[in-house]
């Protein structure tokens, strides 16, 4: 069929836009939820709720009224945009453990803030800690793989089982001095999306979008071919430490919504996904974004309708949405152009 080739990009280009559009909304949400207290936002603030309890009595839920469900939706759609982002460029370096890793790392953060809390009473942003943590982390990985000989994987799994393991310890004794829960950062659950923390995967957002799209080429340079962008005195270490440094930020964020042990999901599936039909590397970036999408979405209704936990719905409708693209593609391995 000689247009259905044309078809499909016209279909993309919609469907990015569409994401756009509601990942835009998502990111005016929160910042009228941050600025309700004055009073041009604080109408639009109060005009929205009245439409979210209209549409809870049309859909028969009591989810749309409620401040924390807006706070917890915005932020799962701004991770289907950033972590497949992301995760484009790690899968195609073969770099897909490195989100479980700054995960594990990310944890320990949080870790470090509840046991500091419980002891000084101190109420900042545990999501903050976190990301401070996981940078520090993620340097830490770059580090290590820019300075030893090993394979390029030990770095990463020194660094995953290394941070897990301070990550309990700190669990083990803050429990003992203070009894605090951790299950919902290593489950996930919507409940631990604070407004600060929502706020903070909205600024996350934009800027690892307008980063990725500052360096688009650069990245695509190093991702397909490291040692010609070496030759071309390309700052690979620069590049690198920038793309990890964002990974991490994102598995941060995240982490509210899906946990420690899922978090690295939403990096790689939606990007296996989107393999599995794209046929070059600007496409495959697209088509993730959109399968991330189509996963959180149709994981927000799974939970919201079975009471079911919002991470796990995510992942399950992420995996899928991959076996559908398995049964619908006609190849087996994905050969793409890098344009």
């Known amino acids: 069929m000689p247009n259905a080739h044309p078809l499909r990009r016209r279909l993309e280009r919609v ?5 756009a559009v509601l990942a835009v909304a998502m990111v005016g949400l929160l910042a009228i939820d941050a600025l309700r207290s004055y009073p041009i936002a604080g109408e639009i603030y109060d005009q929205a709720r009245i439409a979210g309890w209209w549409l809870d009595q049309y859909l028969g839920t009591n989810v749309f009224y409620h401040p924390f469900m807006w706070r917890s939706i915005a ?3 701004l991770i289907g945009v950033v972590a497949p982002l992301v995760g484009t460029y790690l899968v195609h370096r073969e770099m897909a453990l490195i989100g479980e890793t700054l995960a594990h790392t990310a944890f320990a953060g949080v870790a470090v803030g509840l046991v500091v809390s419980a002891a000084t009473g101190w109420s900042g942003s545990l999501m903050l800690v976190a990301l401070v943590v996981g940078i520090l982390g993620a340097l830490g990985v770059q580090w290590l793989a820019e300075r030893t000989d090993t394979y390029g994987d030990v770095p990463i799994a020194i660094m995953l089982t290394g941070s897990f393991a301070v990550g309990t310890l700190i669990i083990s004794y ?17 409940s631990v999306v604070t407004p600060s923390g929502a706020r903070l995967m909205a600024v996350i957002s934009v800027v690892v979008v307008l980063v990725t799209v500052a360096t688009y080429k650069q990245l695509l340079f190093i991702t397909f071919d490291e040692q010609a962008a070496r030759v071309a005195r ?10 990890i440094v964002m990974t991490a930020v994102v598995v941060v ?5 899906l946990g420690v042990i899922l978090v690295a999901a939403m990096l790689v599936v939606p990007v296996a996904t989107a393999t599995q039909v794209a046929q070059s590397f600007r496409e495959t970036l697209s088509l993730s974004i959109l399968a991330g999408q189509v996963a959180v979405v149709g994981g927000f209704a799974l939970s919201i309708s079975q009471g079911l936990p919002t991470g796990g719905s995510i992942v399950v409708v992420a995996i899928a949405c991959y076996l559908l693209a398995i049964l619908a593609s006609s190849r087996s391995t994905a050969a793409i152009s890098t344009h």
């Open 75 to 77: 932020t799962g759609v």
């Open 253 to 257: 964020g995240a982490m509210q919504i």
């Open 174 to 190: 803050g429990r003992g001095t203070s009894g605090f829960n951790v299950e919902g950062y290593l489950f996930g659950n919507i």
């Open 234 to 243: 390309l700052n690979v270490t620069w590049y690198n430490t920038l793309l």
């Open 15 to 19: 469907g990015i836009g569409l994401t």
